[in-house]
């Protein structure tokens, strides 16, 4: 989901807004204008709820001793090459596929870690980014170590998050389409709003806060350009949003709802079964942000006519919307769809 030929909706109620936390101060992150918004997009990420697992555990108290042994590994590669974390996501791979695979990003990180590093567009205010072309004794040491991270991490659990991941990602969808990008911003995570083309996050608050003139906060000053985009990456396991700057795009990573990510493998269309039977939930749940009918029959395990027939009938009850693309029919959930989804799993909407 891409917000291309999409005007922000600047000033335009916030309908269901979350209430807001007052547990922070509201500082300006990222100026997002229209030319942003037109290479601004939501993927799913695995090497991105790799390093937020990794971000968690090691900023938390539990200790276990390969995980420490990966973690050390990981972090002396990530330093070897000196790339800045929102670097390691590959925007161009995500102009073709929203969901890549593992091993899909690994192949995109290490091409572009073996193209010429100064010709890379990185952004920020300052000059950041790889200095040079990184040498491949360190891009194949990272590689690696991403690759024995999941392993350990994610890998088994991947196949359940990736649903809850997708399915938020739906829901977003229909929020964009009905009351515009500016609320979706806005209502993203109670730490994150969007005014007048900024977005704010809000950071804990430490002493006494901002520096005060003739007795009143001195307001921070939002970044002096836009960015030149972002990629807007759901997380399962991260508890707060984060805004990840020097790379060709903006990274910014927020949490899903809170139990979103914790379905079990397929309890998630459990309650939908007596309303759909078995075959049809399992086709809701499978068609996620959006597949063709070949991809909804790898997904199921079945044939083509059968995966067709399930997205017709889906569609006739008003939960999947079906059109063309190419020689492809592509399926979506409605907004319908996607409520009933979230709601079979007891999560908000």
Known sequence: MDFAGTAPAIGTPTLNRAPRSTRGVRRPVVVMDGAALSRTRFVISPLNELLAELARFAGGSERDGLRDAELRRLSEALRATRWPIAALLSPALFDVVISPDFEQELDALGARMRADAVDHPF???EPAGPPGPVPEPHIAGLLAALRRSFDVWLAERWPVVRRALEDDVAYRAHVL????VAHLLDTLHEHLSYEDEVLYLATPRHGVGPAA????AVRP???RSATAGALIVPSAVASHPAVLALGELTVLRYPVAEGRAERPCGAEVQPLMTLLGRARSQALAAIGTGCSTTELA?????GAATASSHATALRRAGLVATYRRGKQVQHLLTELGSRLLNASGSRAA
């Open 213 to 216: 003139r003739n007795g009143a």
């Open 123 to 125: 952004g920020g205010e």
């Open 221 to 223: 000053r939002p970044p």
């Open 298 to 302: 790898l997904r199921l395990g079945v």
């Open 177 to 180: 389409a009905r009351h515009g």
